[in-house]
């Protein structure tokens, strides 16, 4: 388990103790747009958060709707990337970074109601600087696949200041 004082292990901690309380997933949600508005734009729920594996969910609202009634593409990729950082971050060990160079995302379904964002990263060795392609994958309510993101990642230890 990652170490508190690296980014991954505080956004660990911060969801282990908040979930914990009446409306936590509430609270951790809000800290987390407070944290990363952008993310936060798309109102995420946080449903699982482990080292290694996040489940994240949206729902349906009109700001996020495009002309054909469905999640805009766009806040799909987010939520497709927000899983994929939770579940890299929280694996990787103090004095390592991640850093996103390339997101590519195939719309399969017309995204309706609530959709979930899934990330399982497998950690490769990250003692030297190296990009590695991780999937994140959305799926409705019926369990169908609606988008599956590739997201890029520059991982390795950070720089000495």
């Known amino acids: 388990m990652p170490r508190n004082d690296s980014p991954g292990g505080r956004l ?5 103790r908040l979930t914990g309380w009446p409306a936590g997933h509430w609270l ?4 987390v747009k407070r944290m990363i508005p952008y993310t936060g734009s798309v109102d995420p729920t946080v449903e699982i958060l482990e080292p ?5 969910s949206m729902v349906q609202r009109r700001k996020f709707e495009q ?4 999640i805009h593409a766009i806040a799909l990729a987010n939520l497709a990337e927000f899983a994929s950082g939770a579940a890299m971050t ?4 103090d004095g390592y970074r991640g850093i996103v160079t390339k997101i590519s995302i195939e719309y399969l379904k017309k995204a309706r109601g609530k959709v979930t964002a899934q990330a399982r990263p497998t950690l490769p ?7 590695h392609d991780f999937l994140s994958e959305i799926t409705d309510e019926s369990g169908d696949v609606v988008a599956r993101a590739t997201v890029r990642w520059r991982l390795g230890p950070i720089p000495p200041k």
């Open 12 to 16: 660990l901690a911060a969801h282990r």
């Open 28 to 31: 951790f949600t809000r800290l």
């Open 52 to 56: 290694g594996y996040a489940r994240i």
């Open 67 to 70: 002309h054909l009634g469905s």
């Open 90 to 93: 929280t694996a990787m060990p």
């Open 125 to 131: 060795d990250i003692s030297v600087e190296a990009e």
